[in-house]
């Protein structure tokens, strides 16, 4: 079953803006995680926040997290061409055993020069 | 050295064939993992393994036989082949349940 909705479905910037994109999710979670995916590749991890936590960095990338609306966003601050991809928001589940992250259907950037 | 390799990286088959894909990990997790990505890239979970054990089977058609014949090793073989079985395939695993995910590079699974 879905949980995950990214918003926007597609983003278009030129470098160095700063892209925003959010994620709600239905049911409680253990964390949320955003992962991104290059044209024709897998998926690669870039940051995860747990339920207890409110924001989290790693370099160019900023997550919030609000567990009352069920949301969270990613920021991707001074774009670079190199950023276009498709981003997506996945959750990991209260009970971890035995469950799997559930994937949002994605946000792609696209980082014109 | 690729952490999750899958192969064959593009598969083309008609309709009816059975075939598999291959997936190794080098990673020591525990936990390996079955997506299928549709053409809208929705992606979505088909199968889990803990230690070889199967865990998570969703609502996937039996003609999709996961085996495990180690915890390094998830291979997905599918009979009868359908046209809506074309999509991209992605094997992952995790060292604990739903926590970070280490991706192979894909499966394109063309039927015509």
């Known amino acids: 079953s879905q949980q995950g909705e990214e918003d926007p479905q597609a983003l278009s910037i030129q470098e160095g803006e700063n892209a925003t994109m959010n994620c709600s999710y239905k049911?409680?979670?253990?964390?949320l995680q955003w992962y991104r995916q290059n044209s024709g590749r897998g998926l690669v991890h870039l940051i995860l926040i747990r339920s207890n936590e409110r924001e989290k960095h790693s370099g160019r990338l900023r997550v919030t997290l609000d567990t009352s609306k069920k949301s969270s966003s990613l920021l991707i601050t001074a774009s670079r061409a190199a950023d276009t991809a498709s981003y997506f928001c996945?959750?990991?589940?209260?009970?971890?055993?035995?469950?799997?992250?559930?994937f949002g259907k994605g946000t792609t950037l696209s980082v014109s020069s | 050295d690729t952490a999750v390799s899958q192969t064959p990286k593009y598969l083309v088959t008609q309709m009816g064939n059975d075939k598999s894909i291959k997936c190794e990990q080098n990673?020591?997790?525990?936990?390996m993992y079955w997506y299928k990505q549709d053409s809208k890239k929705f992606l979505k979970i088909m199968f889990s393994y803990n230690n070889k054990e199967l865990i998570i089977n969703e609502t996937v058609p039996n003609r999709f036989s996961p085996k495990s014949p180690d915890k390094a090793h998830l291979n997905l073989h599918i009979n009868s082949l359908e046209l809506g079985d074309s999509a991209v395939y992605f094997c992952?695993?995790?060292?604990?349940?739903?926590?970070?995910?280490?991706f192979g590079s894909g499966t394109q699974l063309s039927v015509l």
């Open positions: 992952a695993s995790s060292q604990t349940g739903a926590e970070k995910l280490f």
């Open positions: 996945a959750t990991g589940g209260v009970n971890q055993a035995g469950t799997a992250l559930i």
């Open positions: 990673l020591g997790h525990d936990t």
């Open positions: 049911t409680s979670i253990n964390n």
